[in-house]
């Protein structure tokens, strides 16, 4: 599993994610607020952002950037993928991740990945 960082505009990071996440690119996008201070062709820009956190198995990063190329509306958007410590991760998740990119109908199910509802 790797971690794949992106930052879009509000307005396209909720559509960017739902479509990741329905084509099974990725597993799952947290979306997190920001504000974003950057230099871009020599001006200085200030502007509120979502940080976007995507969950990807290791063999669909190269899916992943194509995709995320496309959708995005940057000219250069940010990409930033970054290891996992799966030693030290629940092995439950990281089966959950992988599943979750592979193309319907081929998804495997783990006996380590039972899905439990929450407590209320």
Known sequence: M?????????EHAH???RTLVEDRVVACVNLLPCHSVYRWKDQVLDEPEVTMLM????????????????????????FIVL????????????????????PPGTAAVHPS???????T
């Open 2 to 10: 790797r971690l794949a960082v992106t930052n879009a505009p509000a």
């Open 15 to 17: 559509r960017i994610a």
């Open 55 to 78: 969950k990807v198995s290791d063999d669909g990063v190269e899916r992943l950037r194509t995709v995320l190329q496309g959708l995005h509306p940057y000219e250069l958007p940010e």
């Open 83 to 102: 290891p996992v410590d799966t030693a030290g991760s629940l092995g439950a998740y990281l089966d959950w991740v992988d599943d979750g990119c592979r």
């Open 113 to 119: 990945a039972e899905i439990r509802p929450r407590p």
